[in-house]
C-alpha cells in the first residue's frame, strides 16, 4: 500500500540529547513536511522539502535539522537546542508540480523529553 | 507572512443541526484552500479543497465550504451533522508565492447524540 510511514510512533529522550524522527514515503512525492502539532496549537510548519537536496525553513525551525538525500525519506532531527520538544510529530507529503497542494499524512511521532 | 484563523476552537451540537466553522486568511494574492478533518484515533485526512472555479466546493461526507475571496474566507458548512462527524477541523491555505501550507489552531466540534 501506498502511504507515509513514521517511526517511532513513540519515543522518551532526556534532556540534552539529540533524537531523529524518521519519514518515509512510496508515493513518489517531491514535496514533504514536518509539523508538530500541540494542544490549541494547531499544526505548525517545522522544515519542508519541495525537491531531493533542498529545503526551507518554517515557522518553527528553531532547534530542528532536516535532509533531503533521497525522494522517499525526509528525518528530521530534534535538537538539544530546542526548549520545548514535547510534543505531537507529523510528516506529510504533497504532489509537487501540480500545484494539488494535498497533503497525505504518517500517523505521527509522540516525543516525550523526560 | 500568511495566517490562518479559525474562530472556534470547541463548538457542541445536538445531532441534526446545522454546522458552520469559520476560517479566514491573510494573504493577498492567489490561494489554495484546504479544510482537513481528524477523528479521534485517526490519520489526518482532506475533507476538501478550493483551487480555482466554483466558489462552493463539496467535499466528502456532505460536508461543503464557500471561498469568499472579499472577506479572505472559506467557511465549512454541513445542513445536518451526526455524531461520526466528531473530530477536530484544520483550516489551511497555500499562496501562489510557496509550498508552505499553513495550518489553523483547529476546531474541535463535538457532537451530541
Known amino acids: 500500500d501506498g502511504g507515509i510511514t513514521q517511526s517511532p510512533k513513540y519515543l522518551f529522550r532526556k534532556e540534552g540529547q539529540n533524537v531523529t524522527l524518521s519519514c518515509e514515503q512510496n508515493?513518489?512525492?517531491?514535496?514533504m513536511y514536518w509539523y508538530r502539532q500541540d494542544p490549541g496549537q494547531g499544526l505548525r510548519l517545522i522544515y519542508y522539502?519541495?525537491?531531493?537536496?533542498?529545503?526551507q525553513k518554517g515557522d518553527i525551525a528553531e532547534g530542528y535539522s532536516v535532509s533531503r538525500e533521497k525522494k522517499e525519506s525526509f528525518p528530521l532531527t530534534v535538537t538539544s537546542a530546542q526548549k520545548n520538544p514535547t510534543a505531537f510529530y507529523l510528516c506529510?507529503?504533497?504532489?509537487?508540480?501540480?500545484?494539488?497542494?494535498?497533503?497525505?499524512f504518517g500517523e505521527g511521532s509522540r516525543l516525550t523529553v523526560l | 507572512a500568511q495566517s490562518v484563523s479559525q474562530h472556534n476552537h470547541h463548538v457542541i451540537l445536538s445531532e441534526a443541526a446545522s454546522l458552520e466553522l469559520g476560517c479566514n486568511y491573510s494573504?493577498?494574492?492567489?490561494?489554495?484552500l484546504f479544510w482537513y478533518v481528524q477523528y479521534p484515533g485517526q490519520h489526518l485526512q482532506l475533507l476538501l479543497k478550493?483551487?480555482?472555479?466554483?466558489?462552493l466546493v463539496k467535499g466528502i461526507k456532505g460536508f461543503e465550504a464557500e471561498f469568499i475571496k472579499s472577506k479572505f474566507s472559506f467557511n465549512l458548512r454541513k445542513p445536518s451533522v451526526q455524531w461520526s462527524d466528531t473530530a477536530e477541523y484544520f483550516c489551511?491555505?497555500?499562496?501562489?508565492?510557496?509550498?508552505?501550507?499553513?495550518f489553523g489552531k483547529g476546531t474541535r466540534l463535538h457532537i451530541l447524540p
Open positions: 506529510a507529503s504533497s504532489q509537487y508540480g501540480l500545484g494539488t497542494g494535498e497533503l497525505f
Open positions: 508515493l513518489n512525492h517531491d514535496a
Open positions: 522539502s519541495q525537491i531531493v537536496n533542498d529545503f
Open positions: 494573504y493577498g494574492g492567489t490561494v489554495n
Open positions: 478550493y483551487f480555482s472555479g466554483d466558489p
Open positions: 489551511a491555505v497555500m499562496t501562489n508565492r510557496d509550498d508552505k501550507i499553513i
